[in-house]
């Protein structure tokens, strides 16, 4: 028997960005293709990085997840029409990133060059450092929001990111944090921090969610370490990070009136 539409939406054009390093791109591939399965009126294609001009200028939206992967200026050009146009992006964890790796016989130091201005400008924001991964406590910063409403302050073990950023910033979640920030140029964070953030460009928007760090056994190799011989998703095992990004899916995929498409208990 055939299963009801569950989206009143017509198709839906999506292309989710998965690429980089230093994290586990399989995992995290897999778990937004789940997401995005859930919503039926979703046609996808699926990409490493943002060279796919072509096709990237014509989709309704963008998921990324991605580290150390860098659009060029002309390709930000073609995401931010895309977004003026009426089009959503969702950058998450470390979509913001441009790191350069130590030098093999240098000091073990992360940089973090302002490689990428013209898509750092679309972002609103560029990652600098983070702290060592542990416990932190997360808290809404807009209610009554549909990103955040219902969600309580919340701890739970990630990357929290020190960034740039530009104005024009809808705050949504944030995090406390004055500390070191060892290994990276930046050495240091002070006061509080975005985690979960909108801004709006000309008829669409840019969504920034920071959390969701996943590495694998094998994703450091290139700094010399061929098997971690763990799996680190500890950050994915958050009930409260799992409704966020949820509802971060929903809304690329739907917009501004996203939650008709979730499940009782999800919105």
């Known amino acids: 028997m055939a299963t ?4 009143s939406s017509t198709r839906v054009e999506v292309a989710i960005v998965v690429g980089g390093r230093w994290h586990d791109l399989d995992f995290a591939r897999r778990e937004l ?12 294609s699926v990409h490493t990085d943002f060279s796919d001009v072509a ?12 580290c150390d992967v860098r659009p060029t200026a002309a390709e930000s050009d073609v995401l931010r029409a895309m977004v003026a146009e009426g089009g959503r992006l ?3 964890h470390a979509t913001n990133s441009a790191i350069d790796a130590p030098d093999p016989d240098g000091p073990r130091i992360f940089r973090t060059p302002d490689a ?9 924001n560029r990652f600098l450092a983070h702290p060592r991964i542990g416990p932190y406590l997360i808290e809404p910063t807009a209610r009554e929001h549909p990103l955040t409403s219902g969600v309580p302050a919340f701890t739970t073990v990630d990357e929290i ?8 910033l809808d705050v949504l979640m944030d995090v406390e944090y004055s500390g070191p920030c060892p290994g990276f140029e930046t050495d240091h964070g002070e006061g509080r921090h975005p985690v979960l953030f909108m801004r709006r460009e000309s ?12 590495r694998g056994r094998f994703d450091v190799q ?7 011989g763990v799996l680190d998703r500890v950050a994915w095992d958050s009930p409260e990070f799992r409704i966020v990004l949820r509802r971060c899916v929903a809304w690329a995929v739907h917009g501004d009136d996203f939650t008709h498409c979730l499940s009782k208990g999800e919105a």
């Open 55 to 66: 096709r990237l200028s014509q989709v309704d939206a963008i998921v990324a997840y991605t």
């Open 203 to 214: 008829q669409g928007a840019v969504v920034s969610f920071t959390l969701g760090h996943c």
């Open 161 to 168: 990111y020190v960034t740039e950023t530009g104005d024009g």
């Open 33 to 44: 293709l789940n997401l995005l399965g859930e919503h039926d009126a979703v046609r996808c």
């Open 4 to 7: 009801p539409a569950r989206c």
């Open 90 to 92: 969702l950058a998450l």
């Open 222 to 228: 290139d700094l010399g370490v061929e098997d971690l």
């Open 116 to 124: 990428m201005p013209e898509f750092t400008a679309l972002l609103g």
